[in-house]
């Protein structure tokens, strides 16, 4: 299959806001020269182009991320991912008052048994949820927006809002008419819907799943400024 480029707004956005320096270089060593380089796909797919999915890497890093090599382990795109958003934050770091990073380590901790919840479960959410669970989903897709945790901060609140979009969309995969309670959970009525209809929610769960990871995970990022 033909190789899928990056359209060039998106290369340019990955080199501005890299600056050209290095996500394994800034993450490792702390290095911050600017590095010839290449922009890398983090998934190992070239067809997936979007720019949450790339990263600028020195030729070097960019060789030995993309090594097959078993002999030693290879650089894993989460530990990438996290330099490179790292690396972003650090060139916006001014960005951040220490009230705003306060804010966001007391979003985390308020949230994180959600979190640890939905990404242990993750494509299985689409069988089936905790309800109480689906009770604190719910609560945010109703009350967010007037949430005292909603951060002033442009920067913050909007990763926030991506959390809270993407809840609504996990929250509407539960048609009352195709779950039943069972005990403690909502289950996907197998016994009358296909299972290809699962399968659909699976993936629709997959996606908001990856997407609360990644604002998830940036928001990691400042909380430890």
């Known amino acids: 299959m033909p190789r899928k480029s990056a359209t060039p707004v998106t290369q340019a ?62 650089y894993t795109p989460i530990e990438v991912r996290t330099y490179r958003d790292n690396l972003y934050l650090h060139f916006n770091s001014t960005n951040f008052s220490q009230e705003d990073i306060q804010e966001t380590r007391t979003y985390l901790k308020e949230f994180g048994p959600m979190f640890e919840y939905l990404f242990n479960e993750y494509e299985e959410l689409a069988f089936r949820i905790d309800a109480d669970m689906l009770d604190t989903l719910a609560n945010i897709r109703d009350f967010w927006h007037t949430s005292p945790l909603r951060s002033f901060n442009s920067k913050v609140r909007g990763l926030q809002d991506s959390i809270a979009n993407n809840i609504v969309g996990l929250c509407g995969i539960y048609q009352l008419n195709m779950y039943d309670a069972v005990g403690s959970y909502i289950k996907f009525d197998s016994q009358n819907f296909k299972h290809s209809e699962l399968t659909d929610r699976r993936a629709l769960a997959r996606e908001y799943i990856d997407s609360i990871g990644h604002s998830f995970h940036d928001l990691q990022a400042i909380a430890v400024l």
């Open 13 to 74: 956005d990955v080199v501005i806001k890299s600056k050209r320096r290095c996500a394994l270089c800034f993450g490792l060593d702390q290095n911050l020269n600017e590095r010839v380089g290449q922009i890398a796909h983090l998934d190992g797919n070239n067809q997936n182009s979007q720019f949450g999915n790339l990263v600028w890497l020195c030729l070097e890093h960019h060789d030995k991320f993309d090594s097959t090599t078993s002999q030693t382990k290879n």
